[in-house]
């Protein structure tokens, strides 16, 4: 969970070439179902939630909070992108001494391969490089999820440690702060 005084929030909406990365609005709702409950979503991460109890359980506008950005193309939610704090006492924190900013997104399967997370993700590290200035941002994913792994050297993170979690071999890289 994002700390109060973690980032400054909200921010004016991030435009790109193609995209408007936004706070969630309670019109994203049913995307954010599609999301949480995409099994494609949600290979490398423990397995999506079913269907029905995202409809009954999500709140009336998900997602909203520090660091959670909405990925919007031609008015829809294609996705999210967020930084959140990472809890660096808790006793299964990994490699505290990278930071405290995590970076994670989730894009919808159609959204898949048109270059939207890169484009989505890059906007909000120079947005976070910005507002908190000298601060790294890290990065986790599993070393089987190769696409994964490509965007993250791509936004310029580098490998500082592997283990085992979650039952599978996990990568976390990190992007140190820029000059």
Same mark, same amino acid.
């Given at each position: 969970?994002?700390?109060?005084?973690?980032?400054?929030?909200?921010?004016?909406?991030?435009?790109?070439?193609?995209?408007?990365?936004?706070? %969630?609005?309670?019109?994203?709702?049913?995307?954010?179902?599609?999301?949480?409950?995409?099994?494609?979503?949600?290979?490398?991460?423990?397995?999506?939630?079913?269907?029905?109890?995202?409809?009954?359980?999500?709140?009336?506008? %998900?997602?909203?909070?520090?660091?959670?950005?909405?990925?919007?193309?031609?008015?829809?939610?294609?996705?999210?992108? +967020?930084?959140?704090?990472?809890?660096?006492?808790?006793?299964?924190?990994?490699? *505290?001494?990278?930071?405290?900013?995590?970076?994670?997104?989730?894009?919808?399967?159609?959204?898949?391969?048109?270059?939207?997370?890169? +484009?989505?993700?890059?906007?909000?590290?120079?947005?976070?490089?910005?507002?908190? %200035?000298?601060? *790294?941002?890290?990065?986790?994913?599993?070393?089987?999820?190769?696409?994964?792994?490509?965007?993250?050297?791509?936004?310029?993170?580098?490998?500082?440690?592997?283990?085992?979690?979650?039952?599978?071999?996990?990568?976390?890289?990190?992007?140190?702060?820029? *000059?």
């Amino acid at each position: 969970m994002a700390e109060a005084n973690f980032l400054p929030w909200p921010p004016a909406p991030i435009r790109t070439e193609r995209l408007v990365l936004r706070e %969630p609005e309670s019109r994203d709702r049913a995307a954010f179902v599609a999301l949480l409950s995409s099994p494609e979503v949600h290979t490398y991460l423990g397995g999506a939630r079913p269907r029905d109890e995202c409809e009954r359980t999500l709140a009336e506008t %998900p997602g909203k909070g520090a660091g959670r950005f909405v990925i919007e193309r031609g008015g829809a939610m294609i996705g999210t992108v +967020e930084l959140k704090h990472r809890d660096l006492d808790d006793p299964d924190a990994v490699r *505290p001494d990278a930071g405290k900013a995590e970076l994670g997104y989730l894009l919808l399967p159609e959204a898949w391969g048109h270059g939207y997370a890169a +484009e989505a993700c890059a906007a909000v590290l120079d947005w976070f490089t910005e507002t908190c %200035p000298g601060q *790294p941002v890290t990065l986790f994913t599993q070393t089987a999820n190769t696409r994964s792994m490509r965007l993250a050297e791509k936004l310029g993170f580098t490998e500082i440690h592997r283990f085992e979690a979650w039952g599978a071999a996990q990568w976390m890289g990190v992007r140190p702060p820029a *000059p």
